[in-house]
């Protein structure tokens, strides 16, 4: 690393205050924004913020929010996103998206306040056990002590925050620390004691899975959100090593943007709601390669039915997500842009032994299912299909530098399948714990970080109220973020499990009440606009596009649509259901996967 | 088989700091994983470091999983399974308390005796030994002597031969 001159010097000359201390650190760590919100324990921090303008803070109007905006500006620059609540509810408040970003391996400092020391335990006016709280959904957390810990305290933070498989970090920070006298430690200066995740793979492994590799006749990549974790150049290496393979690849929800979807070898998403074709070759695939991916539930399906045929070879910067559901045949630990890029080296001085006709039966076969067509859907009546919005969204947005997160339900999963990416960072989801308000706060950091892009907000109308607080910090900070609400007035998703699995019976999942989110959006200070029918839904995008203020667009979509192709809880992956018209049957749980979520 | 259960003896040499227990036995109770037996003591003073013997029961996934996610937590330095990296001297310690009238105390001491087991308080009516050894050990002698309360140390274990478990340096 290069050497980088630090304003430090101060520091020895007169000891600064824990707050200082705290601010000095995040300027060390190039942090310039924070999402936040102010509360007894930490005014000193905020004090310290407030007589300094290197970093931005953001307030939002609900702690949840802020870690979803930060977990936004992390995941569509790459960066780790900060975070300041107070004690107390504040802390708590951050437990939801803290778990998201664990999930989600989304890099998060949240610096949390807390009671005096010499009060912990006391059950103190708005202490909580933030450390005991957020052991389980934190890769890792301190309760910061003694004042001589807190630069070091810091600085290990972020590195633990964004190495290895990245994950949130809390710093819970007692009052008496932000106010007393300590010591400076520049980033320069600090070096981890013991978290150093290995990057670099085994060579031996890397030959071996190429030699695999080149020697398949049914190969499938199936590549994940560690890929985009591991960096844009990361992402650049896939394509190259897929492109010289000629091999088709499938991404997962979280992968979407590593390679581009307009790419021919791209067989579209896998998964509970995945294309016909990713699922019917990840079943019938004879090597898979999976890379910064984790064989979670809603890709595999019945584990004793998972692709029964294939040798695997899995990838993962962490070593625990290995072998954990599935038995892989060669396992490589390191960072996924330094193992492609020796797999694509490895590759290349075998190239002239590799035969690609080998995989033509392959891809005869893969486009057979592609005839399938599995994403179709129909317009019948009147109504605005879901599909056809997002549809339009994408093609009317597409010369734009555009973002696109979403919450969680049907419109996830339209979104998913119908607006696709060529480029990393671009699509913002809550994928590992589904989080239903992640969407429009998410949208906000994504906008603080790329002031000039268009911000889409696909959401549905029970998502989207869970966070609408923060349409006032849409407001205050002029963030012109679009909402799209898919409005079906149910919780859609449910909706659809209760049709399938639950004999019709729509227990709660009606959303009664709804507010007019035309007036909503007016009530804020931003622009409501409505499209009833297909032919106003351009219109409305166009009129989204036009303003630089946070719009709510409500389209009044077709209530009956459900997400298709599905493979329900507990089947294989070639048991996946196409659209009723398509299919032999209804869609029906087996017994085994009725206890699935 | 991967599907076989097997008991393992696992050490882990942790930084000594407050809640570095509560993580290990958090990764434990979190997934569902069992905790046979647990010690831990500082073992470095000048380092501030501990260790910690884990003796647990799983299929060769999940005692995989259970080491790498040991080795992932920020505090913990090195991690050893002796069972695999073995050969290892496994130790307990356990007090054991036996009360009743004359003769039963009398049949415990003979059997502690014939077992090397010390003899650590006595009254009247009651007495305490001290056994080390093998569980398997402790085992065999709490069977024989039927006593009204036991205190077990749990499972401390170390590599034989001039293999080290230390920090990296
Ligand atoms: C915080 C939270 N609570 C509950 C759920 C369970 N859940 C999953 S999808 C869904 C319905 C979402 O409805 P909506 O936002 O209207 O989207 P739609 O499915 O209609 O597109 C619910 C309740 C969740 N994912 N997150």
Redesign the interface.
């Known amino acids: 690393m290069s050497a980088v001159t630090h304003p430090a010097p101060l520091a020895d000359v007169q000891p600064l205050t824990g707050s200082q201390v705290v601010v000095a650190a995040l300027k060390d760590q190039g942090v310039e924004v924070i999402f936040g919100y102010p509360g007894g324990a930490v005014l000193p921090l905020y004090d310290a913020l407030f007589q300094q303008t290197d970093i931005r803070h953001i307030l939002v109007r609900h702690e949840q929010a802020a870690v979803h905006a930060a977990e936004g500006y992390a995941r569509s620059t790459g960066r780790v996103g900060v975070v300041l609540v107070t004690s107390g509810p504040g802390a708590t408040n951050t437990v939801t998206g803290l778990t998201d970003a664990l999930m989600d391996s989304v890099p998060i400092v949240c610096l949390t306040g807390q009671v005096p020391t010499h009060m912990i335990g006391n059950d103190a006016f708005q202490e909580a056990d933030t450390v005991g709280i957020t052991r389980p959904c934190t890769k890792h957390n301190y309760l910061v002590k003694d004042p001589a810990d807190l630069a070091r305290v810091l600085h290990e933070a972020f590195h633990v925050a964004r190495s290895g498989r990245p994950g949130p970090v809390v710093v819970d920070l007692p009052k008496n620390i932000l106010m007393g006298k300590a010591p400076y430690l520049a980033k320069a200066a600090f070096a981890p004691r013991s978290y150093n995740p290995a990057r670099e793979p085994d060579p031996r492994r890397v030959e071996e899975a190429v030699e695999l590799i080149a020697r398949a006749e049914r190969p499938i990549f199936y590549v994940g959100g560690g890929v985009i974790n591991a960096g844009t150049e990361a992402c650049v290496r896939l394509t190259e090593l897929v492109r010289a393979t000629g091999h088709p690849i499938t991404l997962t929800l979280m992968g979407l943007g590593a390679y581009p979807a307009s790419d021919p070898q791209f067989i579209g998403m896998l998964g509970m709601h995945g294309t016909y074709e990713a699922n019917m070759a990840m079943y019938d695939c004879d090597v898979m390669v999976c890379i910064g991916a984790r064989f979670d539930d809603r890709v595999t399906g019945r584990l004793d039915g998972f692709s029964p045929r294939s040798r695997k070879i899995h990838v993962d910067i962490d070593p625990s997500s290995i072998n954990k559901n599935i038995k892989v045949d060669v396992p490589i630990v390191g960072d996924a842009e330094r193992t492609l890029t020796a797999m694509l080296a490895a590759w290349q001085r075998q190239s002239n032994r590799i035969d690609r006709a080998r995989t033509a039966g392959w891809w005869r076969q893969i486009d057979e299912w592609r005839k399938k067509d599995s994403l179709r859907f129909r317009q019948n009546g009147n109504g605005i299909k879901p599909q056809y919005a997002i549809q339009r969204l994408h093609a009317l947005t597409r010369e734009r530098d555009v973002y696109v997160t979403t919450d969680v339900g049907q419109h996830q999963m339209w979104a998913a399948q119908h607006f696709p990416f060529d480029k990393p960072l671009r699509w913002l989801t809550s994928g590992g714990l589904g989080t239903m308000g992640y969407g429009f706060p998410a949208a906000l950091g994504v906008q603080i970080a790329h002031p000039e892009a268009t911000v889409l907000c696909i959401s549905g109308d029970a998502s989207w109220v869970m966070n609408m607080q923060e349409m006032s910090t849409a407001m205050q900070y002029r963030l012109p973020v679009k909402t799209f609400i898919l409005n079906n007035s149910y919780m859609g998703m449910v909706r659809q499990w209760q049709d399938f699995f639950h004999g019709n019976r729509h227990a709660e999942s009606y959303m009664d009440s709804l507010p007019d989110f035309v007036k909503l959006a007016e009530a804020f200070g931003a622009v409501g606009l409505r499209a009833t029918k297909p032919d106003e839904v351009d219109g409305v995008i166009e009129a989204a596009l036009a303003t630089r203020k946070p719009v709510i667009a409500d389209i009044v979509v077709d209530r009956a649509e459900n997400v298709y192709p599905m493979i329900p809880g507990g089947a294989a992956h070639n048991e996946i259901k196409l659209s009723p018209e398509e299919d032999d049957g209804p869609v029906k749980g087996e017994e085994g996967g009725m206890v699935l979520v | 088989m991967?599907e076989e259960l097997r008991r393992h003896t696992i050490c882990a040499l942790v930084?000594n700091e407050?809640?570095v227990l509560?993580?290990v036995i958090?990764l434990f109770s979190?997934r569902g994983y069992n905790i046979e037996s647990l010690t831990v003591a500082q073992v470095d003073a000048r380092r501030g470091l501990s260790r910690i013997n884990i003796v647990t029961t799983g299929t060769e996934?999940v005692i995989?999983?259970i080491k790498?996610?040991l080795?992932?937590?920020?505090?913990?330095?090195r991690v050893q399974d002796l069972t695999v990296e073995g050969p290892a001297v496994e130790r307990e310690l356990a007090l054991v308390k036996v009360t009743g009238d004359r003769q039963r105390l009398v049949d415990a001491l003979r059997i502690a005796d014939f077992m090397d087991v010390r003899l650590v308080d006595r009254t009247p009516q009651s007495f305490v030994f001290e056994v080390t050894g093998t569980s398997d050990d402790l085992d065999a002698f709490i069977n024989l002597v039927e006593p009204v309360e036991v205190s077990r140390a749990g499972v401390v274990a170390i590599g034989r031969g001039d293999t080290v478990l230390g920090p990296r340096s």
């Open positions: 991967a930084d407050p809640g509560a993580r958090g979190g996934l995989e999983q790498s996610l080795a992932k937590l920020v505090p913990v330095h």
